[in-house]
């Protein structure tokens, strides 16, 4: 399972950014039994769109083979175009570390 977070940098200890179409970074975690195998840093090109950012980020996403997005907030059109692509939307806030690990112990670990 691959999982995108917004992020305000480039590292697990930075935080989910506030907005999704707009944030510098996605961290790119891939989860196999419940632990994380592999992470990466992906620029988010649509940061400075002057519209339409988060469609175009969430296409990205999409060529990006992710499964899934844990954001603060996501737009209306941003939204659609995730569900388009079969990727699930989750909630998240604070240090991506701290989401990221969250999620796996509510998503793996029942």
Known sequence: ???????????????????????????????EAGK????????NESENQSSGAGM???KLL????????IAKTI???AMDVLKQFNIDVYNGEGKIQNVLQDFIDKKFKK
């Open 36 to 43: 994380i195998v592999k992470t990466e840093a992906l620029k």
């Open 75 to 77: 737009g209306p059109r």
């Open 1 to 31: 399972m691959k999982i995108a977070i917004t992020s305000t940098g480039k590292k697990l200890s930075d935080s989910v950014s506030e907005l999704f179409g707009r944030c510098p970074y996605f961290i790119i975690a891939e989860i």
């Open 62 to 69: 999409a060529e990006n083979n992710v499964n899934a997005v």
């Open 56 to 58: 175009s980020a969430a």
